[in-house]
Nanobody, 115 residues
Framework: QVQLVESGGGLVQPGGSLRLSCKAS????????MGWYRQAPGKQRELVAQ???????IYKDSVKGRFTISRDNAKNTVYLQMNTLKPEDTAVYYC?????????WGQGTQVTVSS
């Protein structure tokens, strides 16, 4: 079973930036399409960015132009560069594969955008 470990979250002021990382265990990471999800308090988990194994990317409209997803298959890691952060980006962020049944969810990483 693949294990996912997210990191890089924190408290940042509006307009600030963070870079999230998600490291996956297992030798076959590179064949999967991956996504970054987030879950705000009282809301359902939502997919905000996805990257295929061929590095094609798709973004939720509300983060387009501000977030960038990337992957390093040699390191089994997916990244989410988040710029111009807004208070509404506050959530716990998770990664997982997409287009197939998800692996067990990691602990996520908390992102709080507040002045």
């Amino acid at each position: 079973q693949v294990q996912l470990v997210e990191s890089g979250g924190g408290l940042v002021q509006p307009g600030g930036s963070l870079r999230l990382s998600c490291k996956a265990s297992g030798p076959i990471f590179n064949i999967y399409d991956m996504g970054w999800y987030r879950q705000a308090p009282g809301k359902q988990r939502e997919l905000v960015a996805q990257i295929t194994r061929n590095r094609n990317t798709i973004y939720k409209d509300s983060v387009k132009g501000r977030f960038t997803i990337s992957r390093d298959n040699a390191k089994n890691t997916v990244y989410l560069q988040m710029n111009t952060l807004k208070p509404e980006d506050t959530a716990v962020y998770y990664c997982n594969r997409i287009n197939l049944a998800p692996w067990d969810w990691g602990q996520g990483t908390q992102v709080t955008v507040s002045s």
